[in-house]
């Protein structure tokens, strides 16, 4: 299966300061790379989706402003968490899907990064 | 109603068990069909994919989609405490639009037991 890397695995934090995760397709061009977050014994909740080049969406209720998104190339998408507070502690995860017509619909995932505001 | 309802568990089986999770859903426009496995504090890993109705074996594990119930099931042979993680299925519909969007299951936690 195709390899996706996020970086860093783990990060503790002020609160008050900036975090940025990386998540890079290693071995296929990303066409679409989403980005989650998941509570503990809960699902994944689809924060925003980016294609390359483009500005990234944002599902409903998840503020633009405090988790950018850049999607520079077709291999990586950063999420960065500004000024962050002690709520958004959580696990954030990137997942990525390439333009193959037979798997377009397939998401690989990163191993997550679980993010510890004080 | 949510588009998609998976029992959460948790699920407790001995080694060596066949185990069934399934999930069902509310969408017809699904089309693709997904499993992933997640350990504990790692990101799901990708076990099968299908695409529409029918059967899919890899190993142990065995697929199943059967669109006219909306209903699709994972079984798991001689089952393995190895095996002990989180299930979650999830599935689209065949829409660029949506930017292939994944719906997630609440995922199924299994535990074998040696």
């Known amino acids: 299966g195709a390899v996706v890397s996020q970086h860093p695995s783990r990060v503790i934090c002020k609160s008050g300061t900036s975090v940025k995760i990386e998540c890079r397709s290693l071995?296929?061009?990303?066409?679409?790379m989403f980005w989650y977050r998941q509570f503990p014994k809960q699902s994944l909740m689809l924060m925003a989706t980016s294609n390359e080049g483009s500005k990234a969406t944002y599902e409903q209720g998840v503020e633009k402003d405090k988790f950018l998104i850049n999607h520079a190339s077709l291999t990586l998408s950063t999420l960065t968490v500004t000024s962050a507070h002690p709520e958004d502690s959580s696990f954030y995860i990137c997942?990525?899907?390439?333009?193959?017509?037979?798997?377009?619909?397939?998401?690989?995932f990163g191993a997550g990064t679980r993010l510890s505001v004080l | 109603q949510k588009e998609v309802e998976q029992d959460p568990g948790p699920l407790s089986v001995p080694e060596g068990a066949i185990v069934s999770l399934n999930c069902t859903y509310s969408?017809?426009?699904?089309?693709?069909f997904m499993w992933y496995r997640q350990y504990s504090r790692k990101g799901p890993e990708l076990l099968m994919y299908t695409y529409s109705s029918g059967n899919k074996e890899d190993g142990r594990f065995t697929a199943q989609v059967d669109k006219s119930s909306k209903y699709i099931s994972l079984f798991i042979r001689d089952s393995q405490p190895s095996d002990s993680a989180t299930y979650l299925c999830?599935?689209?519909?065949?829409?660029?639009?949506?930017?292939?969007?994944?719906?997630f299951g609440k995922g199924t936690l299994l535990t074998v037991n040696p």
């Open positions: 071995d296929f061009q990303a066409t679409t």
């Open positions: 997942s990525a899907r390439g333009g193959n017509a037979r798997a377009k619909n397939i998401q690989y």
């Open positions: 969408n017809s426009a699904f089309q693709y």
């Open positions: 999830a599935m689209s519909a065949n829409s660029g639009g949506s930017n292939y969007k994944l719906t």
